[in-house]
């Protein structure tokens, strides 16, 4: 997500099409239908290339001369939400480490989910074999 997020469509020579056109829009008017090109146009890229996640929210805030953009998603597999924040201003472009959405995440239903194995057991214990007794 994070280097979908920082790269503008055209800048990788063998995929051309990779990337966002959020360094393009930056540089648009500031008109009122500009949030509404940002968030589209998101919504469309991370689709096409990440289609494992679902954006829920796009948060768009103008202060001053920044733009200040959160991009809420869930990962399809695990339930996962999480969120991206970019900041961008005339001289600066930067996207932020994916972190945990704590307002979506409900701590009722937050759990790890086992999706694979490792030699045909469990981490802890639990088939033949283990050699240690399963303690971490």
Known sequence: TWKLLSTAKGERYFE???GTQL???LFEQNVPDLKDQI???LK????????YITVTKIDIVQPEHELI???????LG?????VINILADENNFQVGPV????????????????INTFGGSVAGGGTSGGGGGGGY
């Open 69 to 75: 953009i959160s991009v809420r998603f869930k990962i």
């Open 16 to 18: 051309p099409e990779f």
């Open 39 to 41: 968030d589209s146009s």
């Open 23 to 25: 360094r393009t829009l």
């Open 78 to 82: 695990t339930g996962a939400n999480l």
């Open 99 to 114: 972190e945990t959405d704590a307002a979506q995440t409900d701590s009722a239903q937050t759990s790890l989910v086992q």
């Open 44 to 51: 469309a890229d991370i689709a096409f290339w990440l289609p």
